[in-house]
């Protein structure tokens, strides 16, 4: 049966913070009462990842690994995953544990109630250091002033969208950032609601602090030239 909702989870190298992520997600769209696929994208992990995934399927056959024979980066296995999707609805997050599946409830609502294509969290509470969130909050300064997308916190990862919103998006640095403002760009409606934001319990941060700020900027530049390029006559 085609599935309603997919949820969409990269993952690299995050043994440890599967199952018990699997076990909240399972929970909350089980009760949302539709069906649903959850599409595990094993980003060429070299740890324990594989296992653990392959032992989510066994136990919720719900699930499905989507593995790429090489670590991509984030933002293009989020895409290889949404790309495979088949729901009416794409559902996002991290895979480290940190977002909240309970919280799909609040995004999914304004989409299905047609009033927004994309729904965001917003992590107003950051479990991270006080210098991540510095620099996390100047970068969304300069991208929101660039793009208009009215997004506070693109970093999270923890979304909902319609699945017509994935055709807006192309392979780039840092895809996962600029979703909100990719979607804006096509002319889709993007809103926000706060969300929860936990400390990771197991593994390692993917993004040390030398690759907050330098590589983000350029992505961000080179988004607003080709984007002004596409609006160029």
């Known amino acids: 049966m085609t599935p309603f909702y997919s949820l969409v989870v990269p993952l690299f190298n995050e043994a440890g913070n599967i199952a018990p992520l699997m076990t909240d997600a399972v929970a909350v769209l089980a009760a949302r009462g539709r069906e649903f696929e959850i599409i595990l994208v094993n980003d060429g992990s070299t740890d324990g990842t594989a296992a653990e995934i392959a032992a989510a399927i066994r136990r919720w056959p719900q699930c499905a690994e989507l593995r790429l024979p090489r670590r991509t980066g984030q933002g293009a296995a989020l895409l290889a995953g949404l790309r495979a999707a088949r729901g009416e609805l794409l559902l996002t997050m991290d895979g480290d544990g940190q977002n909240d599946p309970r919280d799909f409830p609040v ?50 990862q923890l979304r909902v969208m319609r699945r017509e919103v ?68």
């Open 166 to 233: 994935r055709e807006s998006l192309w392979p780039m640095d840092m895809m996962q950032s600029f979703l909100p403002a990719l979607a804006v760009a096509a002319h889709f409606r993007v809103g926000e609601h706060p969300v929860a934001h936990h400390a990771r319990r197991h593994g390692q941060t993917k993004y040390p602090l030398a690759q907050l700020l330098w590589p983000p900027l350029v992505a961000t530049l080179r988004l607003r030239l080709r984007l002004g390029r596409r609006k160029s006559p």
């Open 107 to 156: 995004l999914l609502e304004p989409v299905e109630a047609g009033r927004l294509d994309v729904a965001c969290g917003w992590r107003i509470d950051r479990h991270d250091s006080w210098l991540r969130r510095v620099l996390s909050r100047f970068a969304n300064a300069i991208r929101r002033r660039l793009f208009a997308d009215g997004v506070h916190d693109a970093g999270c």
